[in-house]
């Protein structure tokens, strides 16, 4: 019965935290991204539903997607076989001129086709900007798809990779975006699609067979720095090809972004192309090219419909007949183009709103009226004011509500959480993301840890996908052999020699968590107590636990 039980327990705990609304994790305040980790242990080949609640997480997204990762990274979390490489070297393939885009490239397992993935916090990707020259630097963001270099100038690095599922924020934002992915190598096709996502639906020499449906992006918002030289985006670099036509909508743009060749930038998609539709968006950030390209706080060089849309940022391009405010007719007579109830502030681009045959200049409207509540019925339901000034107060998404700043929020403190206590980062890790509660405000670090709690803080940390726990007595104390055999089964059960006749009481280790203990000594997850000894049977703590979980994640 007992065991029952705990499996209905589990069972609803894994339903509340796939719920896509405020049952999702809390936001991930525990820093930005380093750079030099990324983390597939939320992912398996089976599931079509996925939560990223880390920006290692989301770096872990990119590296599935696109088969490789940058040269820094040295930390992987979880199982590595997820990230394969496939590697195409056409050497006779010339696409002519200097572009040669897909002769030699890199993609991944899985663009996710059919798949969503599920944002469960607030993500800082660990750009950094100096107000005093102006620049950013910091982690290299990987976006996930494109045609770009891993490597600076090195063409063996070549992505040729597509995300085809459907990206929803739930209402998050993805911080301090730092991506510089502009070749000077001479072929141009070195450095394209690039954004957020940078290619969305797959490329256009890809067979019929492979193109999803409706890839989908929705529910975020993006601040940082994006640059590259051709089919920049903010949120997407370029629209591959699909079935009905991709879809971007309740997006929001806060990033600079900028390219120096043709084939469209963008505040929302730089090359809005092969059909679809981007509604109820926005852009706030400065969008420019140093090339003739069409540039548009929208779509930059656009083929598809274009609805309930305002900019207010800077638009500036080399000519100013290509710097539009909301974007650029690219022709598309295969599909519908459209640019429906979409406005721009008064004097945001020289070249007016929308170049060739659409409603320009008499879109413009000044910035006391955008603020007005006029301006946010003429948008539509997905609008509301901007009650706590975050964009200016122009309107915000409704999903914006309850946002007040575009800077991470500082993490909480406790009040028996000393900042010398030797658990103290374990502390932090363990609630900002997600994986413990305090009560009234304690993390109260002694207090036993049970069965029920850690097998909580695993589904939270990435879902089951084996037997965590045999189900008896979830009230009950989790002994340290006990927990680290179910972080082992959540692990996979992976292989490894830890040298456990260091402990002197290594002989009271069972039998059935003696390869559990050997693999969490080999990858430091247990480095045992004070007097060196292992204690098998001795009680978990809270502390304990969050740490365990902490040195499991580095």
Known sequence: ??????????????????????????????????????????????????????????????????????????????????????????????????????????????????????????????????????????????????????????????????????????????????????????????????????????????????????????????????????????????????????????????????????????????????GGIVRNCYNAGDISSTYTCPTGGISGSNEIILENCYNIGKITAAKDSFAMAIGTNNGGAAYDVAIKNCWYLDGSAAGGGYYSGTPNNGNALTASFMKSADFIKTLGGAFIADANNINNGFPILAWQKNAVTHTPPAPPTYSDVAENAWYAAAAKYAVNAGLFDLTDGKFNPEAPMTRGDFATALVRLGGVRSEITDGTNPQGTITREQIITMLHRFAGKPTAAGDLSKFPDASKISDYARDAAAWAVANKIINGMGDGTFAPQGTTTRAQGAQMLLNYGK
């Open 1 to 274: 019965m007992k065991k029952k039980l705990f499996a209905l327990l589990l069972a609803l705990v894994l339903a509340i935290s796939l719920v896509p609304s405020a049952f999702a994790a809390p936001a991930d305040t525990l820093g930005a991204w380093d750079g030099k980790t990324i983390d597939v242990s939320w992912y398996n080949k089976t599931d079509k539903t996925f939560y990223v609640a880390t920006p290692a997480q989301f770096a872990g997204l990119a590296a599935i997607v696109n088969g490789i990762y940058n040269d820094e990274i040295t930390n992987i979390i979880g199982d590595k076989n997820f990230i394969v490489d496939n590697f195409v070297n056409n050497t006779e393939y010339d696409s002519g001129g200097n572009n040669k885009s897909t002769d030699v490239y890199h993609y991944g397992a899985d663009d996710f086709n059919g798949k969503t993935i599920y944002l469960a916090a607030d993500l800082d990707m660990g750009g950094v900007y100096d107000s005093a020259s102006s620049t950013w630097s910091g982690a290299r963001y990987m976006p996930i798809g494109g045609q770009y270099l891993m490597a600076k100038n090195d063409a063996m690095t070549k992505l040729g990779s597509s995300f085809s599922g459907t990206l929803d924020g739930q209402g998050h934002t993805v911080y301090n975006i730092f991506c510089n992915r502009r070749c000077t190598t001479g072929n141009f096709g070195d450095g394209q699609s690039v954004g957020l996502i940078g290619r969305l639906g797959v490329h256009d020499n890809d067979p019929e067979n492979i193109r999803p449906a409706t890839p989908t992006v929705r529910n975020l918002a993006v601040t940082g720095y994006i640059y590259s030289n051709r089919s920049v985006g903010g949120i997407v670099g370029k629209i591959g090809k699909t079935v009905n036509g991709a879809i971007i909508e309740n997006c929001a743009n806060f990033a600079t972004v900028s390219n120096t060749d043709s084939k469209g930038c963008g505040g929302i998609v730089g090359a809005g192309w092969n």
